[in-house]
């Protein structure tokens, strides 16, 4: 199976005080071969208060031929009207732009957030969306083996449940190839690719700044898609690279630079495993 690639938003998200450009990333990931569109619901938000709505980026995918494929990400916590009107949100969205995944993180980890997560899911599934976890090393649920049984368990109740990984949190929190290689593929929806610098004194900083392009950093990215190509799992792989540096480049250099990299990443892991049909 191929890999098709979705751009990320985020590293030019409104969220780090730059302009909106939703429109002009579009087209920009358009003209570097991407596939389909990871949005942040920063840049939406700052969109859709400008515009009225978010019709702008629907006429900008539609005059490119590009599908949104996931969001952005929504945050579950213990707090049912705060998660609940941020699902209203995300659902809004989709439903405007379309979707494949809505992307969704727990920090807090209760009964109360595992039963709103529950809530969440069946909202998310009912209308016709895929609800896919990440873990982390900043949120309770920080490891592959506890984010497949929290997924594994919600899986038994709600059709499309997913984990998504995060190649720079997959090696941070410790897990390892030969780990993943005991792990179901049926229980992974997509993949996020990033590199990363070496580490300073503050992990949450260098996640949002220190990040860099595929293969130009300290993980091992081809091996780490190398054993994606042998688990026999394919599909979407989004490149969420932010790095404080990177945001200087003009945008139209930088979107190629992230699909050079990953496309070089992705030829060099199928050479040392080809993904399987």
């Known amino acids: 199976m191929t890999w098709t690639l979705s751009y990320c938003t985020l590293d030019r998200s409104t969220m780090f005080g730059m302009p909106e450009t939703l429109e002009r990333q579009t087209r920009a990931a358009a ?12 840049s939406l938000r700052v969109h859709r208060d400008a515009h009225g709505g978010v019709h702008r980026v629907r006429e900008a995918l539609d005059a ?13 916590t213990d707090d049912r009207a705060k998660t609940l009107a941020e699902l209203d949100e995300f659902l809004a969205f989709a439903d405007a732009l379309g979707a494949t995944w809505i992307q969704s993180r727990m920090p807090v980890d209760n009964a ?31 490891s592959l083996r506890q984010a497949s049984d929290f997924v594994s368990g919600l899986a038994q109740r709600f059709p499309r449940q997913a984990m998504m990984i995060d190649s720079w949190h997959f090696f941070q929190c410790g897990d390892t190839l030969d780990r993943l290689r005991d792990f179901d593929p049926a229980l ?3 993949l996020q690719l990033d590199d990363a610098l070496e580490p300073g004194p503050d992990s949450r900083f260098d996640t949002l700044n220190r990040r ?66």
């Open 64 to 76: 490119t031929g590009l599908a949104v494929y996931d969001l952005t990400g929504i945050t579950v």
């Open 212 to 277: 860099t392009l595929p293969g130009k950093g300290k993980l091992d990215l081809v091996g780490f898609m190398a054993a994606w190509n042998a688990l026999g799992f394919g599909g979407v792989v989004s490149p969420e690279v932010m790095n404080e540096d990177l945001r200087k480049l003009e945008l139209e250099d930088y979107v190629q630079q992230v699909a050079t990299t990953t496309r070089d990443v992705l030829a060099r892991a199928a050479a040392v495993h080809p993904p399987r049909d």
């Open 188 to 190: 992974f929806g997509y």
């Open 112 to 142: 109360t957030s595992r039963a709103i997560y529950a809530e969440v899911a069946d909202r998310v599934t009912s209308a016709g969306y895929g609800l896919a976890f990440e873990y982390s090393s900043f949120v309770p649920i920080r």
């Open 31 to 42: 003209a570097a071969g991407f596939e389909r569109m990871s949005l942040d619901l920063f």
